[in-house]
């Protein structure tokens, strides 16, 4: 009976396979090894992808922007600011999830509101629906901002910026320049110094939760405050100084003009104006001629102004002295078959009497009177074929040939003021040298009080009888329309023929160029009107009355004392009429 049992039992137990339980053993140690094996690759060999994935959702980075800095004269009045403005954006992928399109008359308020079709603007937004950036309009008023904000188009947004924003105006414009819609500067002042008038910009890293909230600050960059930048431009002589020149381009319907104005010991840059000019606020169709710095960038030959320097040579190098008479009859004479010759003949000339008529066969033959080498080396000391020091970009170094060969007649009308060509400023520069007893010292648009460093290229005794000499061109030559009243000015006309392909064209260019006051210079004043339109032309006629009135107004400005002999004149004259 109990072997029948025992072995009803052994039928009954199960007949479980032993490799079934090796494949479950192995699933589950698979599993187990893949688990240990992705956590080991995440954690060990390639930990950052998770990280820059949890980075993605809760690290941030808000920008701290700083304003522009602005451009000051040298008084402090600006000429460039910053004026907050916003930005208008859109999100097309938001705008498309929240079927932001569907609000027709929104999205044509806000058209209207910025100038545009409205269908060109929907039109962006339906052909990028996947973009998360696009900008609708750059720098709007804070008004239109308000009016856009509550509008509440699912996607626009909007973004705090700033614009430029100039004062002056077309006065200062081409000194100044001006910036792109980027805030970056393309022009002027605003491009020279764009580093300095940027500074640069900070951040703040943080993270925030699922709510969007700040939890915690991970790191802040500190903004690097920009600078502020002083000119040597005085704004009151400089719009007095485009004034004047605005009102003779006009008048004697000329190309354009230049107007500037220097001071003599320290080199600074107190007026630097031309015309046409246009307005920094508003360029749209603008031509772009009309960006040019005409003072800086243009040359052209200066003419009679050069007379002075040619008699200066001849003065250093002691081919001439200040009694020298020279006999310029019969009034015209040939030079390798080329005729040089004044308008009439007139016989023999002091010094003076050369700069009062301006005498060709005069100047000729003092600056004959000295070696070829001598003469150039004098033009290339005076500062022309070099910049003036300003730093601007776009400033010319002008045309002076350093070639070995000249012939006679090519010396003669160099020491008259053709076969070179300058630009305004370097002009002015060289009177500034005279004015300041042949002392050549670099120009400068930055304000400094630093003292500049100057260089001696012409003898003080020589220099100073020049500016002398061009007292008599104002009081006894064809240059009264220059005279100032209550100070003595000097100066020198040049009236150039126009340069073309192949020789000399019809048109022509005025210049005036002087210092003042003639007893203890102040300032040089270069006054330059291109291709006048009517039938005067002459330097004496249309650049000498600008000259006057700007230098009226600038010594008046800067309470310049004027000479001791027009006060005792005019206390004189005050005497005599109360014994009347």
Same mark, same amino acid.
Do not use: C
């Given at each position: 009976?109990?072997?029948?049992?025992?072995?009803?039992?052994?039928?009954?137990?199960?007949?479980?396979?032993?490799?079934?339980?090796?494949?479950?053993?192995?699933?589950?140690?698979?599993?187990?090894?893949?688990?240990?094996?992705?956590?080991?690759?995440?954690?060990?060999?390639?930990?950052?992808?998770?990280?820059?994935?949890?980075?993605?959702?809760?690290?941030?980075?808000?920008?701290?922007?700083?304003?522009?800095?602005?451009?000051?004269?040298?008084?402090?009045?600006?000429?460039?600011?910053?004026?907050?403005?916003?930005?208008?954006?859109?999100?097309?992928?938001?705008?498309?999830?929240?079927?932001?399109?569907?609000?027709?008359?929104?999205?044509?308020?806000?058209?209207?509101?910025?100038?545009?079709?409205?269908?060109?603007?929907?039109?962006?937004?339906?052909?990028?629906?996947?973009?998360?950036?696009?900008?609708?309009?750059?720098?709007?008023?804070?008004?239109?901002?308000?009016?856009?904000?509550?509008?509440?188009?699912?996607?626009?947004?909007?973004? =705090?910026?700033?614009? @430029?924003?100039?004062? !002056?105006?077309?006065? #200062?414009?081409? +000194? &100044?320049?001006?910036?792109?819609? %980027?805030?970056?500067?393309?022009?002027?002042?605003?491009?020279?110094?764009?580093?300095?008038?940027?500074?640069?910009?900070?951040?703040?890293?943080?993270?925030?939760?699922?709510?969007?909230?700040?939890?915690?600050?991970?790191?802040?960059?500190?903004?690097?405050?920009?600078?502020?930048?002083?000119?040597?431009?005085?704004?009151?002589?400089?719009?007095?100084?485009?004034?004047?020149? =605005?009102?003779?381009? @006009?008048?004697?319907? !000329?190309?354009?003009? #230049?107007?500037? +104005? &220097?001071?003599?010991?320290?080199? %600074?840059?107190?007026?630097?104006?031309?015309?046409?000019?246009?307005?920094?606020?508003?360029?749209?169709?603008?031509?772009?001629?009309?960006?040019?710095?005409?003072?800086?960038?243009?040359?052209?030959?200066?003419?009679?102004?050069?007379?002075?320097?040619?008699?200066?040579?001849?003065?250093?190098?002691?081919?001439?002295?200040?009694?020298?008479?020279?006999?310029?009859?019969?009034?015209?004479?040939?030079?390798?078959?080329?005729?040089?010759?004044?308008?009439?003949?007139?016989?023999?000339?002091?010094?003076?009497?050369?700069?009062?008529?301006?005498?060709?066969?005069?100047?000729?033959?003092?600056?004959?009177?000295?070696?070829?080498?001598?003469?150039?080396?004098?033009?290339?000391?005076?500062?022309?074929?070099?910049?003036?020091?300003?730093?601007?970009?776009?400033?010319?170094?002008?045309?002076?040939?350093?070639?070995?060969?000249?012939?006679?007649?090519?010396?003669?009308?160099?020491?008259?003021?053709?076969?070179?060509?300058?630009?305004?400023?370097?002009?002015?520069?060289?009177?500034?040298?005279?004015?300041?007893?042949?002392?050549?010292?670099?120009?400068?648009?930055?304000?400094?009080?630093?003292?500049?460093?100057?260089?001696?290229?012409?003898?003080?005794?020589?220099?100073?009888?020049?500016?002398?000499?061009?007292?008599?061109?104002?009081?006894?030559?064809?240059?009264?329309?220059?005279?100032?009243?209550?100070?003595?000015?000097?100066?020198?006309?040049?009236?150039?023929?126009?340069?073309?392909?192949?020789?000399?064209?019809?048109?022509?260019?005025?210049?005036?160029?002087?210092?003042?006051?003639?007893?203890?210079?102040?300032?040089?004043?270069?006054?330059?009107?291109?291709?006048?339109?009517?039938?005067?032309?002459?330097?004496?006629?249309?650049?000498?009355?600008?000259?006057?009135?700007?230098?009226?107004?600038?010594?008046?400005?800067?309470?310049?004392?004027?000479?001791?002999?027009?006060?005792?004149?005019?206390?004189?004259?005050?005497?005599?009429?109360?014994?009347?």
């Amino acid at each position: 009976m109990n072997k029948v049992a025992a072995k009803k039992n052994k039928q009954l137990k199960p007949n479980t396979a032993p490799w079934r339980f090796y494949v479950v053993a192995a699933v589950i140690v698979l599993v187990y090894g893949v688990i240990a094996a992705r956590s080991a690759y995440i954690q060990v060999i390639e930990p950052d992808m998770l990280k820059k994935q949890g980075d993605r959702r809760s690290k941030r980075i808000a920008s701290l922007n700083v304003q522009r800095g602005s451009i000051v004269d040298r008084n402090g009045d600006e000429l460039a600011v910053s004026v907050p403005v916003e930005t208008v954006w859109a999100d097309p992928k938001i705008v498309m999830e929240n079927n932001g399109l569907a609000m027709e008359k929104h999205w044509q308020a806000l058209a209207d509101v910025l100038g545009k079709d409205v269908n060109e603007v929907t039109a962006r937004i339906v052909k990028n629906p996947n973009k998360r950036f696009l900008y609708v309009e750059r720098q709007v008023s804070p008004a239109m901002a308000e009016y856009i904000k509550q509008l509440k188009i699912p996607g626009i947004h909007l973004r =705090k910026e700033s614009k @430029r924003f100039y004062p !002056a105006g077309e006065i #200062s414009a081409h +000194v &100044v320049g001006f910036t792109n819609v %980027d805030d970056k500067g393309i022009e002027g002042i605003e491009r020279v110094y764009d580093d300095k008038l940027t500074g640069t910009s900070g951040s703040k890293r943080f993270r925030k939760d699922a709510k969007g909230r700040k939890i915690e600050i991970l790191s802040v960059e500190e903004a690097t405050p920009p600078q502020d930048v002083a000119l040597s431009i005085d704004q009151r002589i400089q719009a007095l100084a485009y004034k004047e020149l =605005k009102g003779a381009v @006009r008048a004697f319907k !000329a190309t354009s003009g #230049s107007v500037v +104005v &220097v001071n003599v010991h320290t080199g %600074d840059i107190l007026a630097l104006a031309n015309s046409p000019s246009f307005n920094p606020n508003n360029r749209k169709n603008t031509a772009i001629h009309r960006f040019r710095n005409r003072a800086i960038t243009d040359v052209y030959e200066p003419g009679s102004t050069m007379k002075p320097l040619s008699m200066l040579t001849a003065l250093e190098f002691g081919s001439a002295e200040q009694s020298t008479v020279i006999d310029t009859g019969p009034g015209w004479m040939r030079l390798g078959g080329r005729r040089v010759s004044d308008p009439i003949n007139r016989g023999k000339l002091s010094l003076q009497d050369i700069l009062v008529t301006s005498s060709n066969m005069g100047t000729t033959k003092l600056a004959l009177s000295v070696p070829k080498e001598f003469l150039l080396d004098r033009f290339f000391d005076a500062g022309f074929g070099e910049d003036t020091g300003t730093g601007l970009i776009g400033e010319t170094m002008g045309m002076m040939s350093s070639r070995s060969r000249w012939s006679q007649y090519e010396l003669a009308t160099l020491s008259w003021g053709y076969g070179l060509a300058i630009s305004p400023l370097q002009l002015a520069r060289f009177y500034a040298t005279l004015a300041n007893g042949g002392v050549k010292i670099p120009l400068r648009i930055m304000k400094s009080d630093a003292l500049p460093q100057g260089e001696r290229v012409f003898g003080e005794e020589q220099a100073k009888y020049i500016v002398s000499l061009l007292e008599g061109v104002v009081t006894e030559g064809g240059a009264s329309r220059a005279a100032v009243d209550g100070y003595r000015v000097g100066g020198k006309t040049g009236t150039a023929i126009k340069a073309v392909p192949g020789g000399y064209g019809n048109d022509y260019v005025g210049l005036f160029a002087g210092v003042a006051p003639i007893s203890n210079p102040e300032l040089a004043v270069v006054v330059v009107i291109n291709e006048p339109g009517g039938d005067l032309y002459h330097g004496g006629e249309i650049a000498a009355p600008v000259f006057s009135r700007v230098m009226q107004g600038a010594l008046q400005v800067l309470n310049v004392e004027p000479d001791a002999h027009t006060r005792i004149v005019e206390a004189n004259k005050g005497e005599g009429d109360n014994n009347a």
